[in-house]
């Protein structure tokens, strides 16, 4: 499917000269900037297919009969204000039938928590390995939030407060603000002394606080400020969650074998 930009515009009428109707065939995108100038122009942009004997331009009685009663198109695209047939390759879709660039905020929020996922299941395969199978299970809780997360944001839905490692919401902020009280381990910076465990779990943390980064630019208005705070919260407690697994590392808690 053609996309016609502004550029192409331009191009066409250096080598035909002025023209009072500018004709695409039927399904070509016209980006904004496009339609801008072929209206300041006084162009009237036409869709159809140019017919022998008649001049660039012009179309015949059946043609604008045929194309008035044309339905809309089964996609609609967000960014351009057309609707379309078929999904152009740079387009995918946000919901229902509603397509948007793939550099859209939304879409890169979910590349961000598909990557989230590879990386926990990569994790969980080394750490199967050497045994360390508690960290695998709290992983597995964590990667369950993760898919709940991508599905309310898919499909609209809101997020319900959950549990992890059976601790709530509240419970896991606590903890993560005070490990010395509940846990036995001061604030700490991790390092490679600490072992390759350690660094799973802190490469996951930070994955986690970038794909929050990228859901407080996807869902920030500048009239509403955040519309998705539910995605925000859960997001910032999962981050919460690995240092507390990090402390507990540190504490001792996790063994392999257990």
Not at 34 to 37: F, I, V
Not at 95 to 100: M, R, T, Y
Not at 255 to 258: E, H, T
């Given at each position: 499917?053609?996309?016609?930009?502004?550029?192409?515009v331009?191009?066409e009428l250096?080598k035909?000269?002025h023209i009072q109707?500018?004709?695409?065939p039927?399904?070509t995108?016209v980006?904004?900037a496009?339609?801008?100038?072929l209206?300041e122009n006084k162009i009237?942009?036409?869709?159809?297919?140019?017919?022998?004997g008649v001049?660039?331009?012009e179309k015949?009685?059946?043609?604008?009969?045929?194309?008035?009663?044309?339905p809309?198109?089964r996609?609609?695209?967000?960014?351009?204000g057309?609707?379309?047939?078929?999904k152009p390759?740079?387009?995918?879709?946000l919901?229902?039938?509603?397509?948007?660039p793939?550099?859209?905020?939304?879409i890169k929020?979910?590349?961000?928590?598909d990557?989230?996922?590879?990386?926990?299941?990569?994790?969980?395969t080394?750490?199967?390995?050497a045994?360390w199978?508690?960290?695998v299970?709290?992983?597995?809780?964590?990667l369950?939030?993760?898919?709940?997360?991508l599905?309310?944001?898919v499909?609209?839905?809101p997020?319900?407060?959950?549990q992890?490692?059976g601790l709530s919401y509240?419970?896991?902020r606590?903890?993560?603000h005070?490990p010395?009280?509940f846990?036995?381990v001061?604030?700490?910076?991790?390092?490679?002394?600490?072992g390759e465990?350690?660094?799973y779990l802190n490469?996951?943390r930070?994955q986690i606080?970038e794909c929050e980064i990228?859901a407080c630019e996807?869902f920030y208005?500048?009239f509403?400020g955040a519309?998705r705070e539910?995605?925000?919260?859960?997001?910032?407690?999962l981050?919460?969650?690995?240092?507390?697994?990090?402390?507990?590392?540190r504490a001792?808690r996790y063994?392999?074998?257990?």
């Open positions: 499917m053609k996309v016609l930009t502004e550029m192409d331009r191009n250096r035909g000269g109707r500018f004709v695409v039927p399904g995108i980006t904004p496009a339609l801008s100038y209206n009237e942009l036409v869709y159809g297919e140019i017919e022998s001049s660039q331009g015949t009685k059946k043609d604008e009969r045929t194309e008035e009663f044309k809309p198109g996609f609609e695209l967000l960014s351009v057309l609707r379309v047939d078929e390759e740079n387009f995918t879709h919901s229902g039938n509603k397509l948007v793939k550099t859209h905020p939304r929020f979910r590349g961000k928590l990557s989230l996922e590879a990386q926990i299941i990569w994790a969980q080394q750490m199967a390995k045994g199978k508690e960290v299970a709290h992983l597995e809780e964590v369950s939030v993760i898919r709940k997360i599905r309310a944001e499909l609209s839905e997020i319900e407060d959950f992890l490692f509240e419970d896991i606590e903890i993560s005070f010395k009280k846990i036995g001061d604030h700490f910076m991790p390092s490679c002394e600490m465990v350690m660094a490469l996951i930070a606080r990228s996807a208005d500048e509403e519309i539910d995605i925000l919260k859960a997001l910032n407690r981050s919460s969650a690995l240092y507390v697994m990090m402390c507990w590392l001792g063994s392999k074998g257990g």
